[in-house]
């Protein structure tokens, strides 16, 4: 009966085990709790950690404004696509329009068919004049227009942040 007692109470230097003896059931709580750990570890990193909860949640953005260039560097009667800051330079003689490419139907991005005189929406059919008012399609209303203006140096700085009437234009 000694040795049945004796049997019952395992310490570490007469089993060989460090701390404890390793069963299935001390195995699966020493993983749960270490899952556990782990888990709230990551979470901790992800709050506190590098771009978290102290980082701001910016979006870096270009500036609405900018300068698309010199008058002289836009053909005469032409209209130009800057596909990078999505807008069409129009010039019409001495004549600017700064003219919104997102169609105002879903956002699909017109393209100007020089052939037909007009943009046309290739996702579902909008088409807008040459002057942006829309005239078949789903559209809605015709296409934004920016204001553009003629800095100090004599370039073109088109805001996109300010949308302006359909009249609109720069004489230069």
Partial sequence: METREKRKNFTSESDGGIWFTFSRRNF???????????????????????????????LFEPSPRFSVGEPKSFLENSVTTLKARKIF???????????????????????????????ECPCHGSKYYRNGVNFAGPAPRPL?????????????????????????ELVV
């Fill in 28 to 58: 699966l709580t020493l993983a749960g709790w270490g899952l556990f750990f782990v888990t709230i570890g990551a979470y901790l990193l992800e709050i506190m950690g590098y771009k978290g909860f102290f980082y701001p949640k910016v």
């Fill in 89 to 119: 330079i129009v010039r019409d003689g001495n004549s600017f329009k700064a003219i919104s490419v997102v169609c105002q139907h879903l956002g699909c991005a017109v393209e100007f068919s020089k052939e037909k005189n007009i943009y």
């Fill in 144 to 168: 934004n227009h920016f204001e553009i203006v003629l800095d100090d140096s004599g370039k073109l700085v088109v805001d996109t942040s300010k949308t302006v009437p359909l009249e609109t």
